[in-house]
Each structure stands twice: as C-alpha cells, then as structure tokens.
C-alpha cells in the first residue's frame, strides 16, 4: 500500500491512535506502519468515524483509500452481526479494474486482522469464481459498476443490507459513462438517513456536486486542494516540434535521461501502439498499455513497469487515473490532451507522495491549440523549451506487429539505464 509509506509523504501530527479505532484496526496500521495522517486523513476520519457523510476532493495518491477503509472497518465491527452474510454491508464502488484491485489490496492489508471478509470483482476474468465467492459470504464488496450490476440483477447478492457506500474517483464515473449504473446502484440500497454514504473525486464539476446532493445526506464536503492546481513539485516544460519531429525528440529525450521511470501518453490507441513499437526498434524498453490490452496482460505490464522491468509505460488516458504507480519520474504528453482536466491528472502520476518530477508536453501541428486551455486551467503559462530539429536522431523504422511477443531484450545504447534486480538509482525512487 502507497498512501502513507514514503518517508517524503506529507503528513499531519494527527496520529492514528488518537481516534477510538478497534483493536484489530490499529494492528493493521502497525503492521503496514501507518503512525500519522495525511491532511485528507486528518479532515475527513473525525467526520466519518463518527457517522457523518463526507464528499472529499483529493488528488490520488494522498491517502483518501486509508481514510475511508479505516471508517468502513469501524463501522463494521461495530455491528455486532455474526460473520459475513451472503449479502454486503459495505460497498466500495471505483471506476477501474486497476482502481479496484488496489482498493482490494489496501483493504486486506490494513483489514487483516478484522476477520471482514472483502470480495473484489470486476469484468474480463474469473466470471464464476467470482460470482461463487460473493454467494460464499461477503461483509465487503469491492468491485467496477458493469460486474456489480450483473451479479446483483441475477440475484447472487442484494444491496438492502449496506451500512456505508463508498463512491471512489466519482469524476471519473461521469467520464467513463458510468452514472446510471451508479445511479441505479444506489436506488437499490436503503434510503440515505439509513446508510452512511462516502464519495471521493479529484474534481468537483457540478454533475459530482449535484449527485452528493441526490445520493447523500447533508454530507460535509471536505476540499483539499494544494495552492496550485498542478504541484509545484512537478517541472513541466512544453516543446513545439512538427509532427514528423515528435519521434525522433521522443527518442532523444528518453536517451538523455540517467535513469527515468517515464509514462508517455498518447491520445488513441492506434498511435499507442506506433509509438511503442517505434521505442522499442530504437532499443528503449517500452510498453504499451490500453483499453484493448486483456486484463492479465495489462496486470503484468503495471507489475512489471512497477517492479523497474519495463522503463517506459506507453499509455492512453485508460492509465492516467485509478492507478497506484510510484516512482514515476517523468510523464511526457507525446500528444496534449484535449481536456484540460486529464493534462492535471496525467502529470499527476509523476511527483507523487512528496516525491519530485519532471512533465514534458508537445505541442505538435494536430494538438497545439488546446495549450491556452490547459494554461488557463493551470493558471501558469508552460515554459517553452527549445529543439534543434537538425540535431534529432534518424530512427529505425519498427516491424510489423505480431500477434505474440518476443520482443528485444538488450539494454539500450545510452540513457534510461536498467537498474538491474535492486531496483531503479534515481532519489525519487524511495
């Protein structure tokens, strides 16, 4: 678990063990050595822990899952119902797979010693398994809005039972599409005086604002937002090359890096797949990562891209939120993003608990125009830096795609070293 276990982590003075938590809680800290807060820890567990709703604006990565895993945990136990029941008490509801498997992870982490029992389920894999093991007894259940409803309308669970809901990353719900099936979710679980009902978003648009209102009752909103709206720990620097020149200043800038753990976002899934073969030809160690990679496959990319493996994740927007993914150094935006929103929160994967990083954007002939949006939302203007296009390297043109892998295994010739087994040289890294 990530939330609290960087030593450059910001944190309060307020200590977990100034809160009334079940013994079995605080052994659970202890063992994953959570002593104090993070600031939206801090503000929302008084809240929480004593029943209140609470809607809570946060940037991933700031400890928003401990804070509200702790308050389901609470709530739980304080119950004195016997064992887990074929139906949930709780709900944990987030956008993505990857989100989910996380908030799975965290959970029985810092649960282990309550004897609550988690399920998580999502789509793409292990259909009956996971059916089998909510109708086996859940107290927890944790899992993406389409395979929630599935199980739910085939009768293998019921929501009448659920005493907290938590609502995780709700933006992204609207961005994905997902707002009717929360919507229909929620219709289904006792009224909102009856439950307790915790929503988290790194963004408050109106639309989030507007379904705290229908869906909660008198929540507290808690924002906590640093001065600016991106950090002013990431260095973010912009280029201007032509559309021929974004590969080879790609190129370039990955060589020049000592040692990096990059993600370079794209904007469809089409170029993903150019601009990763493209750096693998070029003997960069990258890999691609979209909505059309299988869910086994993209586990193992994450895994491997985590564990230093994999020095450049190439990705869409599908990996730009709901992802735990420390040690990020650098995030390069090959193309802008067309909302000024996912500009913030693909940076956001670099500079992460306390950390620094670096952000590099192109503004390209295709994308360009979406710059002054991106400056006013950030209220900052980029800084430019200057290429010289007659300095660029030639490329080698990349194969075909094949349907298996085998792809090149040799180091590169140059920047981006591997760190070997012991992990990647860079400060940021722990």
Do not use: W
């Amino acid at each position: 678990m990530t939330d609290n276990s960087s030593p450059q982590q910001v944190l309060t003075e307020t200590r977990f063990d100034q809160f009334d938590l079940f013994p079995a809680i605080r052994q659970g800290l202890l063992d994953a050595g959570f002593e104090c807060c993070t600031p939206i820890q801090a503000s929302t567990l008084p809240l929480t822990l004593s029943g209140r709703d609470v809607a809570g604006q946060a940037r991933t990565g700031t400890g928003k899952t401990a804070a509200f895993l702790l308050t389901v945990f609470q709530r739980l136990l304080s119950d004195d119902s016997v064992g887990p029941g074929p139906n949930p008490r709780s709900i944990i509801i987030a956008p993505t797979r990857e989100l989910a498997i996380q908030i799975h992870r965290d959970a029985e982490l810092l649960g282990k010693h309550t004897g609550l029992r988690t399920v998580l389920t999502y789509g793409g894999v292990d259909y009956a398994r996971q059916r089998e093991q909510i109708a086996s007894g859940v107290d927890i259940l944790i899992g993406t809005p389409g395979r929630l409803i599935d199980y739910f309308k085939q009768g293998v669970y019921n929501l009448k039972h659920i005493e907290v809901v938590v609502l995780d990353e709700a933006d992204r719900m609207f961005d994905l599409g997902f707002i009717k099936d929360i919507r229909y979710l929620f219709r289904r679980m006792p009224p909102v005086d009856k439950r307790q009902t915790l929503m988290f978003s790194a963004t408050f648009p109106l639309k989030v604002t507007e379904l705290a209102y229908e869906h909660m009752n008198d929540a507290e909103t808690i924002r906590f937002e640093e001065e600016q709206v991106t950090s002013d720990r990431v260095t973010q620097v912009v280029y201007y090359p032509a559309n021929r020149e974004k590969l080879p200043l790609l190129v370039k800038l990955l060589r020049g890096m000592e040692d990096g753990h990059v993600m370079v976002f794209v904007n469809t899934r089409h170029q993903t797949d150019r601009v990763a073969r493209t750096l693998k030809a070029n003997g960069i160690n990258a890999a691609m990562l979209a909505g059309n990679v299988p869910q086994k496959k993209r586990q193992s990319l994450l895994k491997r891209f985590h564990d230093g493996e994999i020095d450049v994740l190439v990705a869409t927007d599908v990996a730009a939120r709901g992802l735990h993914i420390p040690d990020v150094s650098h995030v390069i935006n090959f193309d802008l993003p067309q909302d000024a929103a996912d500009y913030v929160h693909r940076i956001g994967r670099t500079a992460r608990l306390g950390a620094t990083g670096d952000a590099i954007s192109f503004a390209c002939e295709d994308y360009a125009f979406h710059l002054p949006e991106i400056e006013e939302y950030i209220e900052m203007p980029l800084p430019v830096e200057a290429h010289d296009p007659d300095d660029l390297p030639s490329l080698e043109r990349p194969r075909p795609p094949k349907p298996t892998g085998g792809g090149r295994k040799k180091g590169r010739r140059g920047g981006l070293r591997r760190g070997g087994s012991s992990g990647r040289g860079d400060s940021r890294s722990k």
